[in-house]
């Protein structure tokens, strides 16, 4: 096919801040992980698709399906939609500890 360019699965975006691999990051609609470290205005190679483990917020619990959005202000998953940007959806349970920072979602590879 002589439009197609590439599956889309990663792609490269100018990192809006300083990154660190595996760290989520907001470009306009666009969230993804990123693959490397990278400084601010830097290409970088975003992962948009697939199951990762992101930062969340501890006192949160997850359950399996809950949609997952990204509070850009404090650079951390969330399950609160208000003024957050939707990402994917749990596939994991956590609980809401505070030591329970981390969990397990799919991404919806933006909008």
Do not use: C
């Amino acid at each position: 096919m002589k439009t197609y360019i590439q599956p889309g699965h990663t792609i490269t975006l100018a990192a809006p801040a300083a990154v660190t691999s595996g760290s989520g990051l907001l470009v306009g609609a666009i969230f993804g992980i990123a693959a490397h470290d990278a400084a601010s205005g830097e290409p970088v190679e975003t992962l948009t698709v697939g199951v990762v483990d992101i930062t969340k917020v501890g006192t949160q619990a997850w359950a399996v399906g809950d949609r997952i959005y990204w509070d850009n202000t404090n650079k951390r998953a969330t399950k609160t939609a208000t003024d957050n940007t939707l990402v994917g959806v749990a596939l994991g349970v956590v609980g809401s500890g505070a030591d329970e920072t981390t969990g397990r979602v799919r991404l919806n590879g933006s909008f």
